[in-house]
Structures are given as C-alpha cells and as structure tokens.
C-alpha cells in the first residue's frame, strides 16, 4: 500500500524493534477505512490504540529476519522454514505468560525477548544487539576437482582469509578471519572448492538502552538442528534466570557467561577446529 511523505517521516520515528509491526497495524487501519494511501492520520489512530492497549500487542518475543529469503544473493541456508521452526519454540515457551509473572507492572514492548535471524555475514537484521541473535554460515571445503590457480577466491575474501600462492596446489584458509560467507565458493569456476558444514553462528545477550552491550558468539558453526536444541535450551536458561523481566545481557553480566555450558549448547564438533587453518 502506498504511504504519504508525512506518514513514512511518522514511522521512521518509531523504535526499529516494533517498527515492522507498527507498520503491519498502520496499514490494516488504512485497509479498514478502505482508504488507497496511508496518511499520517492512520498513523496517529495507530499510535493512541498502542499507548492505550500496549499489552495486547504483546507477544512476549520479537523475531525479525532478514530478506535473505527474498531473493538475496548473499543468502547462505540451502533449506527453508528455519525461521517458522524457531517461531514454533518461542510460541510454545509461553513468554508473555511468563513475563507477567516477573515483571511488576504493565508488559512494555522492551521486555519482550528478541530474537534475529541473518542469512549472511552482513548482519541486516542485526543480531548483535538482540538477547539471542543466529547467523547463517557455511564453512568452505575441498573438492576432488583440480584448482586452477585463477584466484578468484582470494580476490573475492574482504577478510583476506583465503592465500593462493605459486606453490599452493590448493588455496589455504585462515579460519580465524574466516566469516563462512560462502562467497569463495561462488566463484570457483572448477568446483575445486565447495560448501562443507552448513549451520549458524550463535550470538546470546545483546542489548542496546542507557547500558547497551554487543552479543556474546558462542564458538563453532550449529547444525540447525542443534541450533533449535540450543535456542530451546537457552530460553529455559533465561526464563529460570529472569527476575523481573530484564535483558539476557543484564542476566548474563549478573550469573556469569561460564554457566553456558554444554547442557545448554549442544556439544558441536566443527566448534573445535575453525579457529585454526584449512588447507589443501
């Protein structure tokens, strides 16, 4: 639906966590008035009914995703559905139930745990800033087929991850500075290069507000089953740790990251060797 300059200024406004659902209500009110536009009146109706009725818009989560899935090139999972799965886990956890227990007063759209899924490295719908943010990744491997030295793979790696040299037979990772884009596969013309162990990077406790703190990574690349068996796990963790319905940061800083351990995240294989180097 169309928006009005006025009504777009309006919700650049709003706070960028609600901000999509703000916009989902605004247009729905436009709907029901059968209006073609969006206006700035829309947005103000809009506004007042989520003052008044802040609770009932509630849900007790927040998950934003990023628009890998809409056609992106820099889109890493192979498969689908993976965002529907984790919603499937923070429906069932009952959150808003949960934070009326703990919180003392009226539920507000930043006690809700946010959740934020991104398909690349580049982070679009910034997971460092969330209490529990995924990042797809896939980690490069070798083929059976020839390299033929043409360095498009070093050529493409922002990160200078990727060495090529004359007496190379292969290229050489250094897994250190190595983000799992995926993009050096892409454009290895014989296939000498190929996509290994796909998954997501785990970042827990990020937070912005008057003491903001960037997201903890969790070491290794989850398979995404072990990924949903970590996030089921971590919200257990949360929800026994919550006192009055403050961040996983707060949490974090008050218990300790060291009581993470591996009852709460799946023990991951890969998690102990991509610090170091791979190659041919």
Not at 119 to 137: H, K, T, V, Y
Request: aromatic fraction near 6%; proline fraction near 4%.
């Amino acid at each position: 639906m169309r928006w009005s300059k006025s009504a777009e200024q309006a919700l650049s406004k709003v706070p960028f966590f609600v901000r999509r659902r703000v916009r989902r209500k605004v247009e729905e009110e436009a709907d029901r008035q059968r209006a073609t536009e969006v206006t700035l009146d829309h947005v103000r109706i809009c506004q007042q009914k989520f003052l008044k009725n802040m609770e009932d818009e509630i849900k007790g989560y927040q998950l934003e995703n990023c628009f890998g899935s809409s056609g992106c090139p820099n889109r890493i999972p192979s498969a689908t559905g993976f965002s529907d799965m984790v919603e499937q886990i923070l429906k069932k956890k009952d959150l808003k139930t949960f934070l009326k227990e703990v919180v003392k007063g009226p539920l507000k759209f930043h006690h809700e745990f946010r959740v934020s899924i991104s398909e690349c490295p580049n982070a679009c719908s910034r997971p460092q800033i969330c209490d529990l943010g995924l990042i797809a990744a896939v980690i490069p491997s070798f083929s059976d087929l020839e390299c033929s030295h043409c360095g498009a793979c070093s050529e493409i790696c922002k990160e200078k991850a990727v060495t090529l040299t004359d007496n190379m037979i292969r290229p050489e990772f250094d897994m250190a500075k190595c983000l799992y884009c995926g993009n050096c596969v892409k454009v290895c013309p014989t296939g000498a290069l190929k996509r290994g162990v796909e998954g997501y990077r785990i970042m827990i406790g990020g937070k912005l507000g008057r003491h903001p703190r960037l997201a903890t990574e969790i070491g290794g690349i989850f398979s995404e089953q072990n990924t949903l068996e970590a996030i089921n796990n971590l919200l257990d963790f949360y929800m026994q740790n919550c006192l009055s319905g403050e961040r996983f940061g707060e949490i974090l800083e008050r218990v300790g990251i060291t009581e993470i351990d591996q009852r709460i995240i799946p023990l991951n294989a890969v998690g102990h060797w991509i610090s170091g180097r791979l190659s041919g």
